[in-house]
């Protein structure tokens, strides 16, 4: 008996260390699997980690510190023009003038170099001339300013593609793939160097239809007949919204948002006039055409029409109804791009 209850003494026992070592198996397996899933997740999610920002339509601008030309670096100065524009084309204001259409003739004014990957806005009276040269010094063709012809429009036309001449899948796929810019001016002085570089000299006559226009204005306004028009005059013209500015030549003073198109065109660089030739904002220009050590060249034809006292002297003679009118002709460009009245 004695050996019987041993035998099943031993025999419960070995069961119950069976049992044990199944259900340490099973725990152990379990852990095991587990700890391998925690750590298959885990390596999941930092191979794709998900993003914290989502992407804006509009610029960003929780970043953005209100500072000065001066003051910022000029990635926050573009920043915030950029931030202005979208926010003007996103207006009552903008929407009530805006004849948003895509045609090819609209694109005029855009030219594409293909070697530096560029497309460039020309605004006639604000420093055109300037950037095409700069292009092609960043393309190669010209090794500096003093080497280049005198036409400098043909050579630049030459070198470039107009968007113009192209369909509307390349002008898209260009936009897509290249660096955008334009130069902007102050509307008031823009006006004023168009008038005194296209119109008030005789001798503009050899290069401009000036006679032609002037004789149209005259016409219009039963103004006395002659050879010559006074600012007075001309303004009255601009001002006058009947007048559309039909013909290629009067591109001088179109309104800039219509040759240039920004609520249409995200820019990249949205350059001015009155800032271009600062140090730091003409070498971050430089440096954007991956070209260094060239100073900026002078203007062929420069009327200094963006000094106080030039522009005293012709505004002075408008009445403040005329300036006013002539402010709401170029509204847009005067809030597209920041400028006061």
Same mark, same amino acid.
């Given at each position: 008996?004695?050996?019987?209850?041993?035998?099943?003494? !031993?025999?419960?026992?070995?069961?119950?260390?069976?049992?044990?070592?199944?259900?340490?198996?099973?725990?152990?397996?379990?852990?095991?699997?587990?700890?391998?899933?925690?750590?298959?997740?885990?390596?999941?999610? @930092?191979?794709?980690?998900?993003?914290?920002?989502?992407?804006?339509? !509009?610029?960003?601008?929780?970043?953005?510190?209100?500072?000065?030309?001066?003051?910022?670096?000029?990635?926050?100065?573009?920043?915030?023009?950029?931030?202005?524009?979208?926010?003007?084309?996103?207006?009552?204001?903008?929407?009530?003038?805006?004849?948003?259409?895509?045609?090819?003739?609209?694109?005029?004014?855009?030219?594409?170099?293909?070697?530096?990957?560029?497309?460039?806005? !020309?605004?006639?009276?604000?420093?055109?001339?300037?950037?095409?040269?700069?292009?092609?010094?960043?393309?190669?063709?010209?090794?500096?300013?003093? @080497?280049?012809?005198?036409?400098?429009?043909?050579?630049?036309?030459?070198? @470039?593609?107009?968007? &113009?001449?192209?369909?509307?899948?390349?002008?898209?796929?260009?936009?897509?793939?290249?660096?955008?810019?334009?130069?902007?001016?102050?509307?008031?002085?823009?006006?004023?160097?168009?008038?005194?570089?296209?119109?008030?000299?005789?001798?503009?006559?050899?290069?401009?239809?000036?006679?032609?226009?002037?004789?149209?204005?005259?016409?219009?306004?039963?103004?006395?007949?002659?050879?010559?028009?006074?600012?007075?005059?001309?303004?009255?013209?601009?001002?006058?919204?009947?007048?559309?500015?039909?013909?290629?030549?009067?591109?001088?003073?179109?309104?800039?948002?219509?040759?240039?198109?920004?609520?249409?065109?995200?820019?990249?660089?949205?350059?001015?006039?009155?800032?271009?030739?600062?140090?730091?904002?003409?070498?971050?220009?430089?440096?954007?055409?991956?070209? &260094?050590?060239?100073?900026?060249?002078?203007?062929?034809?420069?009327?200094? &029409?963006?000094?106080?006292?030039?522009?005293?002297?012709?505004?002075?003679?408008?009445?403040?109804?005329?300036?006013?009118?002539?402010?709401?002709?170029?509204?847009?460009?005067?809030?597209?791009?920041?400028?006061?009245?």
């Amino acid at each position: 008996m004695v050996q019987i209850r041993l035998k099943q003494s !031993a025999i419960r026992f070995s069961l119950g260390f069976v049992v044990l070592v199944i259900i340490s198996s099973v725990f152990l397996y379990n852990n095991s699997v587990q700890n391998k899933g925690t750590q298959k997740r885990y390596r999941y999610r @930092s191979r794709h980690p998900q993003p914290v920002v989502q992407r804006q339509n !509009a610029p960003v601008k929780h970043f953005m510190k209100n500072c000065s030309v001066e003051e910022c670096t000029f990635e926050e100065v573009q920043r915030k023009r950029q931030l202005n524009i979208w926010k003007v084309c996103n207006g009552d204001q903008y929407k009530e003038t805006n004849n948003s259409y895509f045609a090819r003739h609209r694109f005029d004014h855009f030219y594409y170099v293909n070697t530096s990957g560029i497309v460039f806005c !020309a605004i006639p009276k604000a420093t055109s001339t300037t950037l095409k040269r700069l292009l092609l010094i960043s393309s190669k063709i010209y090794a500096n300013v003093e @080497s280049m012809p005198l036409d400098i429009h043909r050579v630049f036309n030459e070198h @470039s593609v107009k968007l &113009s001449d192209l369909t509307k899948p390349d002008i898209l796929n260009i936009f897509k793939n290249s660096t955008k810019i334009m130069v902007v001016r102050n509307p008031f002085t823009r006006l004023l160097s168009a008038f005194r570089d296209k119109l008030e000299p005789e001798w503009a006559d050899e290069f401009f239809p000036r006679s032609i226009f002037i004789e149209k204005i005259q016409d219009k306004y039963g103004l006395e007949k002659g050879n010559s028009l006074s600012f007075k005059e001309f303004a009255r013209y601009v001002s006058d919204f009947d007048n559309t500015f039909p013909n290629d030549f009067e591109e001088h003073w179109r309104e800039m948002y219509k040759l240039c198109l920004p609520c249409e065109v995200k820019y990249d660089v949205i350059e001015k006039f009155e800032n271009i030739y600062d140090k730091k904002e003409y070498n971050s220009l430089l440096k954007l055409l991956n070209i &260094s050590g060239v100073l900026p060249p002078k203007s062929t034809h420069g009327t200094n &029409s963006s000094s106080k006292m030039m522009v005293e002297k012709y505004y002075s003679n408008l009445s403040e109804d005329l300036v006013y009118s002539i402010y709401q002709r170029y509204l847009m460009d005067f809030k597209l791009f920041s400028y006061n009245l």
